[in-house]
């Protein structure tokens, strides 16, 4: 299946050059004019990497990026930041945000295309080792009296209640559906459903969504 792109530049031609290039090379490509409209289609096309200008109108890339990145649907989405500006202060900027690249325009396509393959290929094999590590069967302690177990080794209380439509959304993320797929099973839109999902990693104690299914595993959570 054709993985996603997200390109977002107030820059028409930037934009359509982009897309274009792109798709030529297999992708599929949507694009945005500005962080904004990025920020409101984004979990409709559930991109696999993201480009993205710096100056914008309403909302500038560095704002989009670390508005992206407080969300832990988008915590480990490879983004390439093309950028006019060229100074150090602004390349730092950019990596404080949360960009893995930052490439200065005016750029060559033949390198942006290189730097996607590269970022894509380095995704995948993260996604491939997170659901490695999810089968790994989980070892079981000898039993062990509770007097005489080492207070550190206890494990911390967790918050395990969990409303019915909580439930619900850890039911579907369990099975591997992304927050769109799952709105759409539940009637609810997905900005809802980040919200649930959360609630979810606050009650948990989790990360990414990963962790907390596998969290859910362990302690019997899911079927």
Same mark, same amino acid.
């Given at each position: =299946?054709?993985?996603?792109?997200?390109?977002?530049?107030?820059?028409?031609?930037?934009? &359509?050059?982009?897309?274009?290039?792109?798709?030529?090379?297999?992708?599929?490509?949507?694009?945005?004019?500005?962080?904004?409209? #990025?920020?409101?289609?984004?979990?409709?096309?559930?991109? *696999?990497? !993201?480009?993205?200008?710096?100056? =914008?109108?309403?909302?500038?890339?560095?704002?989009?990026?670390?508005? &992206?990145? @407080?969300?832990?649907?988008?915590?480990?989405?490879?983004?390439?930041?093309?950028? #006019?500006?060229?100074?150090?202060?602004?390349?730092? *900027?950019?990596?404080?945000?949360?960009?893995?690249?930052?490439?200065?325009?005016?750029?060559?396509?033949?390198?942006?295309?290189?730097?996607?393959?590269?970022? !894509?290929?380095?995704?995948? &094999?993260? @996604?491939?080792?997170?659901? @490695?590590?999810?089968?790994?069967?989980?070892?079981? /302690?000898?039993?062990? /009296?509770?007097?005489? =177990?080492?207070?550190?080794?206890?494990?911390?209380?967790?918050?395990?209640?969990?409303?019915?439509?909580?439930?619900?959304?850890?039911?579907?993320?369990?099975?591997? =559906?992304?927050?769109? *797929?799952?709105?759409?099973?539940?009637?609810?839109?997905?900005?809802?459903?980040?919200?649930?999902?959360?609630?979810?990693?606050?009650?948990?104690?989790?990360?990414?969504?990963?962790?907390?299914?596998?969290?859910?595993?362990?302690?019997?959570?899911?079927?």
């Amino acid at each position: =299946m054709p993985l996603t792109i997200l390109v977002v530049d107030d820059d028409e031609g930037i934009r &359509l050059s982009l897309k274009d290039y792109l798709e030529l090379e297999g992708y599929i490509v949507v694009t945005a004019t500005d962080g904004w409209k #990025a920020l409101q289609v984004i979990n409709e096309c559930q991109p *696999q990497l !993201l480009i993205t200008d710096i100056s =914008m109108p309403r909302i500038d890339g560095y704002a989009f990026l670390k508005s &992206l990145r @407080q969300q832990p649907t988008w915590r480990l989405l490879p983004v390439i930041l093309l950028t #006019a500006r060229t100074a150090t202060q602004s390349r730092v *900027q950019g990596y404080q945000s949360g960009c893995d690249v930052y490439i200065e325009k005016p750029f060559e396509l033949e390198e942006v295309g290189a730097v996607v393959k590269n970022l !894509l290929a380095r995704s995948q &094999l993260i @996604q491939t080792a997170l659901l @490695q590590y999810q089968s790994l069967p989980v070892p079981v /302690p000898a039993a062990m /009296p509770a007097a005489s =177990m080492p207070l550190q080794s206890r494990e911390p209380e967790t918050d395990f209640s969990l409303t019915e439509r909580e439930k619900s959304v850890l039911d579907l993320l369990s099975e591997g =559906m992304s927050n769109a *797929q799952i709105a759409a099973t539940l009637f609810l839109s997905p900005r809802t459903i980040e919200k649930y999902v959360t609630n979810l990693l606050r009650k948990t104690d989790t990360s990414n969504r990963a962790e907390l299914v596998r969290f859910a595993m362990d302690h019997h959570l899911v079927d």
